[in-house]
């Protein structure tokens, strides 16, 4: 048994993670990764990304809580299994990196070999420095080295060990942009050829999708949802992730009816009916919160006057313009009682033949197969 | 020139280090890392000695190495003779009064070492006795080297503590601060002058060293 930890009664290959704890830091989270994958957690500064990622190293004990790492159990507050973090297979890069000042690359490196005989140490370290594209760099001291050199030592030590989990706590966020951008790149890279789960710590949600296959989101030590980014932004669970992925065009609703036979749900908006693809989980009379993808958001092909009477429409004053690239966001006050804004981009060549300025009228078309309801979670 | 003063004095600072040093790196890690109840406490006692006058101090260890105290008596059961007045009493003195000259710049070397670096040793795989002795103290080592040097020149300079628990007996408790004083009692002034000549130059050493290797302390730490 490797480092004498009792084996897990159900024995999954990757990582498990259930952790709680009420403060100081709070945390409510259930995980797992499987070997290959690469999870992303994300959330505001101050959710609880970091503490959750220290857990799992074993650097802090939440309240109660289990860590299992393929067959070993590195916490389990119920049996009182808690590992210090030299005993658990993991490979951390810090956020500052946290190289070891009086080392060279190769030091670095080396010092996490302590399971390797002395002679084959720096031999790995070498191979290793080569994978992170730091050969010829091998005798020089963090301090001789630029940012992004740093951030590769960090990983080449984090993966010196054999670790069973690569857990990186915002491995981009001390570098340049275009530094950081091909730091990325190289972890994408990097990814493809490790068979380990990878945690990836992250407050930048496009950092998340890029790398991660699935992301978690974080509020407050809580994990709110976990899916793949395309889905997460498709149909987050609730309102509260959705503003936490910055999506807009969040509103509040009233399910009206279903009508199967015609595939749809009415939602009650005011004193509109929206009419949204058919989603029968949704009790009629069930207050939710429901979403229009930004890209669902279409301007009304049509005069004002005959808009009104099409699916969805929506008539509004443009209160914002803003130029991005090839594109437009506009954003909309919503001129009826339920009040409230739309925002969507529209090509910029579009906005300038619909003579777009603030404060015109201007009418809308959601579109139905683009409106995700969202259950309304109680807030305690 | 009392040699045997001066080689008096070489071997008890040489010997106040062989304790003293390893007990000021551990009680000064200990201060520097770790929130215990009580800290303060050990932190002022520790600090003690600097505003304390040495006959008082030396008059409490007379006290404690007395027939009396249990500390004398045992002592005294084991050796076959009392503590106070030996070679071993000054000893054991000495590294109590230089407790705050070595663990002062030990407690902030450490305190200087960044927390992330020992993490990163342990989430390294290397176990805490591994992390001391390869982050740790590589790193703080220019404060050790400094508490060494002060402790060293401090007890060779030492006068009031050592008459009170030493007395003066050549070879066992004369130290050369203490035959500089008889010397000048007896109005030879040749022998008192190049006695302190030797204790200013040793002094001038030392602190030249000392601001050197403070100096490596804040290189190292802004190097992190």
């Not at chain 1, 919160?289 to 009104?308: E, F, M, R, Y």
């Not at chain 2, 040093?21 to 929130?35: E, I």
Request: proline share 6%; charged share 20%.
């Amino acid at each position: 048994m490797p480092d004498g930890s009792a084996v897990a009664t159900t024995a999954k290959p990757g990582l498990t993670v259930r952790l709680r704890a009420a403060g100081p830091i709070p945390l409510d989270l259930d995980l797992a990764c499987a070997p290959g994958e690469v999870l992303a957690l994300v959330g505001p500064s101050g959710a609880g990304k970091s503490t959750a990622l220290r857990c799992l190293a074993g650097l802090h004990r939440p309240e109660t809580g289990r860590v299992i790492c393929n067959d070993a159990v590195w916490l389990d507050t119920g049996t009182g299994v808690d590992l210090p973090p030299h005993r658990r297979a993991v490979g951390m890069v810090f956020q500052d990196y946290a190289l070891f000042p009086h080392m060279t690359a190769l030091g670095n490196v080396a010092a996490a070999m302590g399971h390797l005989p002395r002679g084959r140490r720096h031999d790995r370290a070498r191979e290793l420095l080569t994978l992170v594209r730091l050969s010829g760099l091998e005798e020089r001291r963090p301090a001789e080295m630029s940012g992004g050199q740093q951030q590769r030592v960090a990983v080449a030590r984090a993966l010196a060990r054999d670790p069973a989990v690569l857990l990186l706590d915002e491995p981009f966020s001390a570098v340049d942009r275009a530094t950081r951008r091909q730091l990325q790149e190289e972890l994408a890279a990097l990814r493809r050829v490790l068979s380990i789960p990878v945690l990836l710590v992250t407050h930048d949600l496009e950092e998340a999708a890029a790398l991660g296959d699935r992301i978690c989101v974080l509020h407050h030590g809580r994990g709110l949802q976990t899916a793949p980014a395309a889905e997460l932004l498709a149909r987050p669970v609730s309102a509260e992730v959705a503003r936490l992925l910055d999506l807009r065009n969040i509103f509040r609703g009233k399910v009206e009816r279903h009508d199967p036979t015609s595939g749809v749900t009415l939602l009650r908006w005011g004193e509109r009916t929206v009419r949204a693809e058919h989603a029968p989980a949704f009790a009629p009379g069930e207050t939710v919160d429901w979403l229009v993808a930004g890209a669902a958001v279409i301007p009304h092909p049509q005069d004002l006057s005959t808009a009104c009477k099409g699916e969805n429409s929506v008539v509004g004053q443009v209160s914002a313009l803003v130029g991005l690239g090839g594109a437009m966001r506009v954003t909309l006050k919503i001129t009826s009682p339920e009040g409230g804004t739309l925002s969507f981009d529209m090509p910029l060549h579009a906005a300038r033949t619909a003579g777009l300025v603030v404060d015109k009228k201007f009418a809308v078309a959601l579109l139905r197969d683009g409106i995700h309801l969202m259950r309304q979670i109680p807030t305690s | 020139m009392d040699w045997t003063a001066l080689r008096l004095s070489a071997l008890l600072g040489l010997c106040t280090l062989a304790i003293l040093l390893p007990v000021a790196v551990w009680l000064g890690r200990s201060l520097a890392l770790r929130r215990f109840p009580g800290r303060a406490v050990v932190e002022a006692a520790v600090a003690l000695p600097l505003v304390l006058p040495p006959t008082v101090i030396g008059f409490y260890l007379l006290v404690a190495f007395g027939g009396r105290s249990p500390l004398g008596q045992g002592w005294q059961a084991v050796f076959g003779h009392g503590l106070a007045f030996s070679f071993e009493g000054l000893l054991l003195a000495s590294v109590l009064v230089n407790l705050p000259f070595a663990v002062q710049p030990v407690q902030n070397a450490f305190a200087a070492v960044p927390k992330e670096l020992r993490e990163a040793g342990a989430v390294s795989g290397m176990s805490p006795w591994s992390v001391l002795l390869r982050v740790e103290l590589p790193l703080a080592w220019p404060g050790i080297a400094t508490a060494a040097v002060l402790s060293f020149a401090h007890t060779l300079g030492e006068f009031g503590v050592v008459l009170m628990v030493g007395g003066s007996i050549p070879g066992e408790t004369r130290t050369v601060a203490i035959a500089i004083y008889d010397r000048v009692q007896a109005f030879d002034e040749g022998a008192a002058a190049a006695m302190s000549a030797v204790l200013l130059g040793v002094s001038m050493v030392a602190l030249g060293l000392t601001s050197i290797l403070s100096r490596r302390v804040g290189r190292r730490t802004v190097d992190a």
